[in-house]
């Protein structure tokens, strides 16, 4: 089992910048991928970002790609995701997921892990 805790999100200007942590337990992640998810209200789930925690690769959907970028820390066994130049759409829940494999799915299905999810809010 594998459980996930995320935590930083809140509300912020259209612009601003905010990071989100995912503290990770009850597993050695080094066969993992760690994922981000979002879900805008009245919207279904979407895939957001993930890395391969070994190696750190990653890949992003394109609405996010040069604005979010995704890291993790080995020792705290945390992955976090960086959020800059938010937009009022980049608002929802997000949630942080993981799957064991070292390929980045998209879909949510493929992913057995999840946390519960903190409210992003970009206002305008």
């Known amino acids: 089992q594998v459980q996930l805790v995320e935590s930083g999100g809140g509300l912020v200007q259209a612009g601003g910048s905010l990071r989100l942590s995912c503290a990770a337990s009850g597993r050695t992640l080094s066969s993992y991928t760690m994922a981000w998810f979002r879900q805008a209200p009245g919207k279904e789930r979407e895939f957001v970002g993930a890395i391969v925690w070994s190696g750190g690769i990653t890949y992003y959907t394109d609405s996010v790609k040069g604005r979010f970028t995704s890291s993790r820390d080995n020792a705290k066994n945390t992955v976090y995701l960086q959020m800059n130049s938010l937009k009022p759409e980049d608002t929802g829940v997000y949630y942080c997921?993981?799957?064991?494999?070292?390929?980045?799915?998209?879909?949510?299905?493929?992913?057995?892990?999840w946390g519960q999810g903190t409210q992003v809010t970009v206002s305008s």
């Open positions: 997921a993981a799957r064991r494999g070292l390929v980045p799915l998209t879909s949510e299905s493929e992913y057995a892990y």
